[in-house]
């Protein structure tokens, strides 16, 4: 499993970092993906780094949200939050996939609560 941190409230314009890990040594060379559901929506896709650190984001995010490894940990930047960004996110990992990243990932994180507010 993985063990995600960070998130809680934050004001618009404002920033936060999620970052997420496994619980025990693992070499990072995988693909590892970040999602969110907002309220009374589906899970959507958010940012993806790829096990040699290519990244992709969703339109809604580019520009705004940086994902990063760093000691092991995966980590989401979030900058300019908006009250639309309010949603769990969760991180999501597949061990077996290093430089052509799924859409669905069977490992995941418990979920972390953003909460912007105006």
């Known amino acids: 499993p993985l063990v995600q941190s960070g998130g809680g409230p934050v004001q618009t314009g404002g920033s936060l970092t999620l970052s997420c890990g496994t619980s025990?040594?693992?070499?990072?060379?995988?693909?590892m993906a970040w999602f969110r559901q907002l309220e009374g929506k589906d899970r959507e896709w958010v940012a993806t780094?790829?096990?040699?650190?290519r990244t992709s984001y969703a339109d809604v995010v580019r520009g705004r949200f940086t994902v990063s490894r760093d000691k092991g940990l995966t980590i989401l930047q979030m900058s300019n939050l908006q009250p639309e960004d309010t949603a769990v996110y969760y991180c999501?990992?597949?061990?077996?996939?290093?430089?052509?990243?799924?859409?669905?990932?069977?490992?995941w994180g418990q979920g972390t609560q953003v909460t912007v507010s105006s």
């Open positions: 999501a990992a597949d061990y077996h996939r290093q430089q052509i990243c799924p859409k669905e990932y069977p490992v």
């Open positions: 025990g040594y693992r070499p990072t060379d995988y693909c």
């Open positions: 780094i790829s096990g040699i650190g």
